[in-house]
Every structure is written in structure tokens, then in C-alpha cells.
């Protein structure tokens, strides 16, 4: 599957952001459809997943609460609503498909990767 991510820019601190990620096609029932993020000169972190179903979710624990996954599936689009952005919360987001990423929040859970967008907050 082929992903592409969308909607980053360049926000002020407090402003609000909604990432999108669309696959080429349906993925599977049981891949969990995620994001990352890489801010510069650090490594590539887990952000949040959300199941095929839509029901299921998983944020990173210092992010839960400003950050929300959802999912179009008629779109075969996953959203990533950013408030309250923060200049911490720069970073490149790429969104991600695996098999086991809804269990294993880490890089190598992904088995595809989208382009990311980028997303810089001035303070």
C-alpha cells in the first residue's frame, strides 16, 4: 500500500493542525494505521495507531490529550488532529501501516511507509 501524508505547515504555538494520510487502497482488517514523528536530529517516534475497524486506539503517553486519530474508511483516509500545538511539537510526520503496529508501537512494526509532512511551530 502507498501512503500519502498531507497538511503540515508552518503554525503558531496554540494553533491547531490536521494531518491526513491516505492509502492507495483498503488496507486490512488487522493493520493498524499509524503515525510518527522525527524531529530534527532525534529519532523517528511513535505518535499514535488506530485499528482498521476504527474502534481501537493507541496514543504515546506524553501525548494523550492534544493529539486524536481518526479514520475515513470510504476515504481510506487516518486523520491526526493536533491542538494547543506546542515549537516541541516540531517535527516531520509520516504516517504508517504494519500488520502488528497496533500492538508494537515501534518503527519496526511498520511495513509501509507514507512520505512525511512537515510541521513547524514557532513559538
Known amino acids: 500500500v502507498q501512503l500519502q501524508a498531507s497538511g503540515g505547515g508552518l503554525v503558531q504555538a496554540g494553533d491547531s493542525l490536521r494531518l491526513s494520510c491516505e492509502a492507495s487502497?483498503?488496507?486490512?482488517?488487522?493493520?493498524?494505521t499509524g503515525w510518527f514523528r522525527q524531529a530534527p536530529g532525534k529519532g523517528r517516534d511513535f505518535v499514535a495507531v488506530?485499528?482498521?475497524?476504527?474502534?481501537?486506539?493507541y496514543y504515546a503517553d506524553s501525548l494523550k490529550g492534544r493529539f486524536t486519530i481518526s479514520r475515513d474508511s470510504a476515504l481510506n483516509t487516518v486523520f491526526l488532529q493536533v491542538d494547543s500545538l506546542k515549537p516541541d511539537d516540531t517535527a516531520v510526520y509520516y504516517c504508517?501501516?504494519?500488520?502488528?503496529?497496533?500492538?508494537?508501537?515501534?518503527?519496526?512494526?511498520?511495513?509501509?511507509w507514507g512520505k512525511g509532512t512537515e510541521v513547524t511551530v514557532s513559538s
Open positions: 487502497r483498503r488496507t486490512d482488517s488487522s493493520d493498524g
Open positions: 488506530i485499528s482498521g475497524s476504527g474502534r481501537v486506539s
Open positions: 504508517a501501516v504494519g500488520s502488528r503496529l497496533l500492538l508494537l508501537h515501534t518503527p519496526d512494526a511498520v511495513d509501509s
